[in-house]
């Protein structure tokens, strides 16, 4: 960055899946590597940001400058570790997977097979990290995810009113884009706009995203 485009701010970024446990060796999960989320928090960095990094389940390294990073498992944990960092923050990215729901109970020993019999598992909802923060009075600047199948535009312009985030972004999963790769496209929306990131490497469009953050942050909040 020729400027350093989030100079003072402190910024939080979560990244990564959620597991949620079933019992001690069983978990459910998703295909999320984490590598958008830290590519995000390393670009925040670069701009200048004071950046904590809530991480899910992931074998990568904290990129240099984190001030701060915080590992959990649990979209409950996720939850914690993040209303606490964004109490104080400027802006809150949530580039994690979080899981939507968890077993209602975890089993504290090893679930047997009982052959010739269908297991039931009951999930509960868990809570949204976005929702939970948008609802509090004073909130960071909201920036969300959307990975979506099909109808890119419209999923992502619904779950930017409905959770009140500031930016959305949103990226159609599948075609070697998203989960599990190194290259990602992204289309930013806003309320009143819309902003189209090409299909790059993770790094290359993480720091298109914080110019953009950048610049709606300070249209809004500046
Ligand atoms: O509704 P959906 O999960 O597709 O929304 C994705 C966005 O919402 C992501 O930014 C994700 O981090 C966030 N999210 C959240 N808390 C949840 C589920 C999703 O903050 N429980």
Redesign the pocket.
């Given at each position: 960055f020729g400027d350093r485009v989030l100079a003072g701010l402190k910024v939080v970024v979560?990244a990564g899946p959620t597991y949620e446990d079933i019992d001690p060796v069983r978990f459910i999960g998703n295909r999320s590597s984490g590598k958008m989320g830290f590519a995000v928090a390393e670009a925040a960095v670069q701009a200048g940001a004071q950046v904590t990094l809530i991480a899910g389940p992931v074998s990568l390294a904290t990129p240099p400058g984190i001030a701060m990073r915080a590992d959990v498992r649990s979209?409950a944990q996720m939850h914690a570790a993040v209303m606490e960092a964004a109490a104080d923050a400027d802006i809150y990215i949530?580039?994690?997977?979080?899981g939507?729901y968890r077993p209602n109970a975890r089993a504290d020993n090893k679930l047997k097979k009982q052959s010739g019999s269908e297991l039931t598992l009951q999930l509960i909802e868990?809570?949204?990290?976005?929702?939970s923060l948008s609802a509090q009075q004073t909130h960071p600047f909201l920036v969300?995810?959307?990975?979506e199948t099909q109808n890119v535009e419209s999923y992502a312009r619904d779950?930017l009113q409905r959770?009140g985030l500031d930016v959305i972004a949103a990226n159609q999963v599948g075609d070697g884009l998203g989960f599990e790769t190194a290259d990602n496209a992204l289309t930013l929306y806003w309320a009143g706009g819309v902003a189209e990131l090409p299909r790059a490497d993770k790094t290359a469009l993480a720091r298109q995203l914080i110019e953009h953050v950048a610049a709606r942050y300070k249209a809004v909040r500046g």
């Open positions: 979560s979209a949530g580039a994690a997977a979080v939507d868990n809570p949204d990290i976005l929702a969300g995810f959307a990975a779950k959770k």
